[in-house]
């Protein structure tokens, strides 16, 4: 498995068209444990990462994810703005230079991702982020055997497995014991972006 540049704006390009499919069900998500604006904010973010992507020329895939979270960082807003932009921008600084991204890269690159969300976030696993997806899916990339199909599924179950969390980080931390019950919106669009990873590495 090798990911290169144009495989990075594929991964964009799907998660966006998942995110703008999905853009009433995240927002829909973020209304009961937070200010119902999850799907509008990654919806314009995302769209607006694919045109930049779009009207450049690149030559390794780090460029890619940094102009991408560059857009994330301005254009998101709300909490999920800077936590994707700072994600992304680490893990291109993990793969600076390499032309192409073998299995361990992205392992180490999202690795990377999740220390800075911790880390600008100030949270960590279990506090019902987007953190409860990307920690599972780290730890699947560093496991024995990599298949696609078993990234999508970890992943999801990882944002489903965010219902029973109490939220202690975010808006929907003012829920308390009410935010149980609920998928974290940020996990939902983390779980989007990692399935789209997943449909890129197996193409
Ligand atoms: P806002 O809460 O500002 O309206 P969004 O609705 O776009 O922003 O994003 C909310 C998501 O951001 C949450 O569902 C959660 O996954 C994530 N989030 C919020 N605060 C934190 C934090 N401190 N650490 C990690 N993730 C967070
Ligand atoms: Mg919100
Ligand atoms: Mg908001």
Do not use: C
Request: glycine share 10%.
């Amino acid at each position: 498995m090798e990911l290169n540049v144009e495989d990075m704006i594929k991964w964009f390009g799907l998660a966006n068209e998942k995110i703008q499919e999905n853009k009433v069900y995240l927002t829909k998500l973020d209304q009961p444990i937070g200010d119902g604006d999850h799907g509008i904010n990654m919806a314009r973010g995302y769209q607006e990462a694919v045109l930049a992507l779009q009207a450049k020329e690149y030559n390794a895939p780090f460029e890619v994810l940094k102009d991408a979270s560059m857009v994330l960082l301005s254009k998101v807003g709300g909490a999920s703005g800077p936590l994707y932009g700072t994600a992304f921008l680490k893990l291109s600084m993990e793969v600076k230079v390499k032309e192409v991204l073998n299995l361990q890269d992205l392992a180490n690159g999202l690795e990377a991702g999740l220390t800075g969300l911790k880390q600008r976030g100030k949270s960590e696993i279990g506090e019902k982020t987007l953190i409860d997806v990307w920690g599972p899916v780290v730890d699947y990339f560093h496991k024995a055997g990599f298949q696609p199909d078993n990234l999508t599924e970890s992943a999801r179950k990882a944002m489903e497995n965010t219902k029973d969390i109490i939220a202690t980080k975010g808006r929907a931390a003012y829920f308390k014991e009410k935010s149980i019950g609920h998928i974290d919106p940020g996990s939902a669009s983390s779980y989007l972006i990692f399935e789209a990873l997943a449909e890129v590495i197996k193409e």
